[in-house]
């Protein structure tokens, strides 16, 4: 599982997004960016990140920071899910999770009972103006996401 390493370039992706056109990486050079990989759409853990990163997002804006929630769900789903919650920010649809595995979000997970499946590991990615990674974190805990790279931010 490819990795990105902190300090360099992050991997660039061009993907569809539930606002009805493409977002690119290397569209959002001068802005910082909060890439956040999550397994499915409307699920207990991933409505509370997701919505945990709306509530946020004012700060984020003040920080120059672009919110982009990344899973394999279609766009179809993203706007059921974005409309339901209220979120403030793209959601992407790599179907296919090759962005997902360029960024080390795709691998062998273990479940809380123990059964092993390969899929989407929720991970962030904090990439700096320039489109360079400063943090990589895979594996993370949803609640409390948002504040910890608004910390990151800082």
Request: charge should be positive; proline fraction near 6%.
């Amino acid at each position: 599982m490819a990795r990105p390493k902190l300090g360099e370039p992050a991997p660039d992706f061009s993907l569809p997004a539930d606002t009805g056109s493409n977002i690119s990486l290397k569209d959002l050079k001068g802005r910082r960016v909060v890439l956040y990989f999550y397994p499915k759409d409307d699920t207990p853990g991933c409505t509370k990140q997701a919505c945990e990163f709306r509530d946020l997002a004012g700060q984020f804006d003040r920080k120059n920071t672009v919110v982009l929630g990344v899973s394999r769900d279609p766009v179809e789903s993203h706007l059921e899910f974005k409309r339901k919650y209220r979120l403030n920010f793209p959601l992407l649809a790599d179907v296919d999770h090759k962005v997902h595995e360029r960024y080390g979000a795709w691998g062998e997970k273990t479940s809380s009972s123990g059964k092993k499946a390969v899929g989407a590991i929720r991970s962030t990615v904090v990439i700096d103006e320039e489109g360079k990674v400063v943090s990589f974190e895979p594996g993370v805990n949803p609640e409390g996401n948002a504040r910890r790279c608004l910390d990151l931010l800082s």
